[in-house]
């Protein structure tokens, strides 16, 4: 990311602002999410059923790859496949057609993993009670900043379930150039991530470019810790901001046009963490779309919500939503002039399924 200064602080060039809302047209197979929390589950399972229950309203491809899956077993202690994650992708020839998923036992897999583009139907399952992590320490300084993750997804249909994804670098203090450090780069389309915590500082998740669903997730960051060109629907996840020192922003979105279509959508998530005065976004580029819903806003937010970052041109050009959400950070009183108060309607788009093109390429959570 192009960074700019801002007192002892190195952060991302750029701040927010909102337009009006561009015609979307809806599926009649895009059912909205409810309103109440506890009824979420619920809808999911009735509208995102297994392969077997949706014939015809799939992606072929998909259809294909699951009806051939295979399983490879990643375990430390020997007694699985491969005692690394990086050997078992590696095993999965280039131009793959087949669901592959990747068992990995519990522990902590030092490893810069990368999949690339051309092995796509990979899924990263670990046990929920007992997940694995996936860590390195590789910083901007080394890598360039979206190629220092410690894992890089380009590849489609890519699903991860019970992973812990991490960065170990240390947090950036300001002082030390290229200290910024992405934990997971996600560059491939129609990817999911259920039960995952993604846990790092300045530049946490590059939400690259793609169609990605974020379910049951938490998040964990400082500086712009979800950024990039992607359209992804987060539900149900928390956002968990690391605030006790210097400034924070949440999503530093990057889109440079109204007519680019991507964005961020956060349903029924949570904003928690220490400090005060995060924003909820930024805006790194001059019109990125972001929008809040029903999302349950802690102290940790500032009450002005969003920034344009010293671009005040950008107020005009950006969209930054927010729909009936509650908290002590959700307050409308003092929030940024820009904001935009969506009515029923006007959030619909950012409550359904379609907004990521769910209904074609979407599957529940694997089950082993």
Not at 135 to 146: K, L, N
Not at 296 to 303: F, K, L, W
């Amino acid at each position: 990311m192009t960074r700019k200064r801002i007192g002892n602080i190195e952060v991302c060039a750029a701040i927010c602002t909102i337009i009006l809302l561009s015609p979307v047209v809806l599926s009649q197979n895009s059912p909205q999410i409810p309103a109440d929390k506890s009824q979420v589950n619920a809808w999911f399972n009735a509208n995102i059923k297994p392969v077997s229950a949706r014939a015809g309203t799939l992606d072929p491809a998909l259809v294909h790859a699951e009806a051939g899956r295979q399983i490879i077993k990643v375990k430390q202690d020997g007694s699985g496949d491969f005692n690394t994650i990086t050997k078992a992708i590696a095993s999965i020839p280039s131009g793959n057609t087949k669901r592959v998923i990747i068992f990995i036992g519990p522990g902590s897999y030092r490893e810069k993993i990368k999949i690339e583009r051309t092995k796509p139907f990979i899924t990263f399952y670990g046990d929920p009670k007992n997940m694995p992590k996936l860590t390195f320490d590789g910083t901007a300084r080394q890598y360039g900043t979206v190629d220092s993750a410690t894992l890089i997804v380009e590849s489609d249909y890519f699903v991860a379930a019970n992973i812990v994804i991490e960065n170990s670098a240390p947090r950036p203090d300001g002082k030390r150039l290229g200290a910024q450090a992405v934990s997971l780069r996600i560059s491939g389309d129609k990817a999911a991530f259920y039960n995952c915590k993604v846990i790092g500082f300045q530049d946490t998740l590059c939400d690259d470019r793609g169609n990605h669903f974020f379910k049951d997730c938490h998040i964990q960051g400082t500086v712009d810790f979800i950024f990039g060109s992607g359209k992804s629907l987060y539900l149900d996840t928390e956002l968990y901001v690391v605030g006790d020192t210097g400034l924070t922003v949440i999503t530093a979105q990057a889109r440079e046009s109204a007519s680019e279509n991507t964005g961020y959508s956060f349903v029924h998530c949570r904003v928690t963490g220490t400090g005060s005065g995060t924003y909820l976004g930024r805006a790194w580029k001059t019109s990125p779309k972001v929008v809040f819903a029903y999302t349950d806003m802690g102290s940790v937010v500032h009450p002005a919500g969003w920034s344009f970052n010293f671009k005040p041109e950008r107020a005009k050009t950006v969209f930054y939503g927010e729909f009936k959400s509650t908290g002590k950070g959700a307050s409308p009183s003092a929030r940024s002039p820009f904001t935009k108060h969506l009515t029923a309607a006007e959030a619909k788009p950012f409550l359904v399924l379609d907004f990521i093109d769910g209904t074609k390429w979407l599957l529940p959570p694997p089950k082993l």
